[in-house]
């Protein structure tokens, strides 16, 4: 399976970005996925994940009501809607897919990796 992740780009602290994930393969839509975030000098953190039919998704608190995850299967894409965006948002977001149709907000439920995405946050 392989992940591209798109959409990262450079705005001012308050805009809004749509990141999307899509995968190469058909059978990925039954699988979870999740975003994930790394600033500079900064571990990985969890941002969001959705379940295989979208029933079920988890939200870091840190972007909790201003982040949304969706999936559209159709397409094999996942998006991340990030708004009211501000410079603690900034930095690279991954996108993984898990061997399961639910998985949590650790790295390791995580099987699958795309290259990344650069989100820059102005103030």
């Known amino acids: 399976v392989q992940l591209q992740a798109s959409g990262g780009g450079t705005v001012q602290a308050g805009a809004s970005l749509r990141l999307s994930c899509t995968s190469s393969?058909?059978?990925?839509?039954?699988?979870?996925v999740a975003w994930f975030r790394q600033a500079p000098g900064k571990e990985r953190e969890f941002v969001a994940t959705?379940?295989?039919?979208?029933?079920?998704?988890v939200t870091a608190d840190s972007v909790k009501g201003r982040f949304i995850i969706s999936r559209d299967r159709a397409k094999y894409t996942v998006y991340l809607q990030m708004n009211s965006l501000s410079p603690e948002d900034a930095g690279i977001y991954y996108c993984?897919?898990?061997?399961?149709?639910?998985?949590?907000?650790?790295?390791?439920?995580?099987?699958?990796w795309g290259q990344g995405t650069l989100v820059t946050v102005s103030s």
């Open positions: 393969r058909r059978t990925s839509s039954n699988n979870a």
């Open positions: 993984a897919s898990a061997y399961k149709s639910y998985a949590g907000r650790r790295t390791t439920d995580y099987a699958y």
């Open positions: 959705i379940s295989w039919n979208g029933d079920t998704t």
